[in-house]
């Protein structure tokens, strides 16, 4: 398992909310994958990094851990955004996720529930937190999408194309 988490992000439009969601993570480079959904929480060994785009060629199929926010829209000329903020301390780390119509909208969001997360945990923090929000105006039908990669899942079994 690699040390680090990769912060990737895209957005689409398609004739449909499901087709633009799926364009979304393919502009990620996360579309190829059965993406399972964590609950936030950034082990101490591991740190996030910006890549905006996977590359990594995990196997079609291939279960992968994410923390995904995503927002999607049928209107017109509509504005949506998603985005996750994080924060660090000695025992770990904490994710969170927001979607809204607007970036502003998505870092007061983030900035609440970060707060919250810390008021919970009797850890010792550092830093600031740190964001990465994106937003999309949608031509017809559209999405747009941030997601923590922590990797495929330990459990898979990628020779046999199966989960044990």
Known sequence: MSDTIDLAWGHGDAG?????????????GIHNYNLVTYSSVIPPNRSVVRTGRVEADYG????????LAAAETTRSNETVAAGLGW?????????MESTAGSEAAVRSDLHEKLADA????DWNWRGNAELEVREHTVDRTGAVVVAAVYGP???ADTSAGSVR
């Open 60 to 67: 079609v199929g291939r279960p992968v851990g994410t923390v």
């Open 153 to 155: 899942l330990a459990y």
């Open 16 to 28: 449909t909310p499901l087709s633009a969601f799926d364009a979304a993570l393919a502009d990620a």
């Open 118 to 121: 810390k008021a919970v945990r």
């Open 87 to 95: 924060i660090r301390a000695e025992e770990g780390g904490v994710l």
